[in-house]
């Protein structure tokens, strides 16, 4: 276990240990509308966990969110919960990466890259070039879907600077990372895949180059 995970997990196990927030503390809402599909407990235990998390500068609203997609896959009880507490201590450790500015949707970004084994280097440096949130979350997880297919991490960050930098959003961008699963799934090298999709050039000023212009055989 890296050193930035094994700090942010330990300091999150010690709020995990001082118990529930006092009584005057602001009440974190949202799992009431669990309260049919769940007991009492489960949903008074998921607050806990909520505000424990929170106090580590984790929104709620991803936790609540996670909850109730795993309620909506027939997860409930202990294994929601010990599902949610894992969660909120990876988005506590994300958090470290992403920064204290980072909204909800680049933090759940960041903490499922590194989940899928970026480097957390590489996530700190790509949020802090990547100000845009929109930039910051579809690119992280184009990064996580890079990795998966065996592009190496500074060729697929050098990707898919280059495919933001030419205009490509959302959708657009994430067909990118489709098209070199379909082209390394025929048995083309994950490397030239990504450069067959995206001109990423030979350095950081190659990556300026206007779109649609190629770079010299």
């Given at each position: 276990?890296?050193?930035?995970?094994?700090?942010?997990?330990?300091?999150?196990?010690?709020?995990?240990v001082?118990?529930?927030?006092?009584?005057?503390?602001?009440?974190?809402?949202?799992?009431e509308?669990?309260?049919?599909?769940?007991?009492?407990?489960?949903?008074?235990?998921?607050?806990?966990?909520?505000?424990?998390?929170?106090?580590?500068?984790?929104?709620?609203?991803?936790?609540?969110?996670?909850?109730?997609?795993?309620?909506?896959?027939?997860?409930?009880?202990?294994?929601?919960?010990?599902?949610?507490?894992?969660?909120?201590?990876?988005?506590?450790?994300?958090?470290?990466?992403?920064?204290?500015?980072?909204?909800?949707?680049?933090?759940?970004?960041?903490?499922?890259?590194?989940?899928?084994?970026?480097?957390?280097?590489?996530?700190?440096?790509?949020?802090?070039?990547?100000?845009?949130?929109?930039?910051?979350?579809?690119?992280?997880?184009?990064?996580?879907?890079?990795?998966?297919?065996?592009v190496p991490?500074?060729?697929?960050?050098?990707?898919?600077?280059?495919?933001?930098?030419?205009?490509?959003?959302?959708?657009?961008?994430?067909?990118?990372?489709?098209?070199?699963?379909?082209?390394?799934?025929?048995?083309?090298?994950?490397?030239?895949a990504?450069?067959?999709?995206?001109?990423?050039?030979?350095g950081?000023?190659?990556?300026?180059?206007?779109?649609?212009?190629?770079?010299?055989?």
């Amino acid at each position: 276990m890296t050193g930035w995970r094994f700090r942010s997990i330990v300091a999150f196990a010690v709020l995990a240990v001082v118990g529930p927030v006092n009584a005057g503390a602001q009440e974190v809402r949202g799992f009431e509308r669990l309260d049919e599909r769940l007991s009492p407990a489960t949903v008074e235990r998921l607050r806990g966990i909520a505000q424990r998390a929170e106090r580590a500068g984790v929104p709620p609203e991803l936790l609540r969110r996670k909850a109730m997609e795993g309620v909506s896959k027939g997860v409930t009880g202990a294994r929601l919960e010990q599902a949610i507490e894992l969660y909120a201590g990876r988005l506590a450790a994300a958090r470290e990466l992403a920064g204290p500015d980072a909204g909800p949707d680049v933090l759940a970004a960041a903490a499922e890259a590194a989940e899928r084994g970026v480097p957390p280097g590489r996530i700190r440096a790509f949020v802090s070039a990547n100000p845009n949130p929109l930039r910051s979350t579809v690119g992280l997880r184009v990064l996580g879907d890079l990795r998966d297919l065996g592009v190496p991490d500074g060729e697929a960050a050098r990707g898919v600077s280059a495919a933001l930098d030419r205009g490509l959003r959302g959708e657009r961008l994430l067909a990118v990372s489709a098209a070199v699963r379909r082209r390394v799934g025929a048995g083309e090298n994950p490397s030239a895949a990504l450069r067959a999709e995206v001109d990423i050039g030979r350095g950081p000023a190659d990556t300026r180059r206007p779109p649609g212009r190629r770079r010299p055989n």
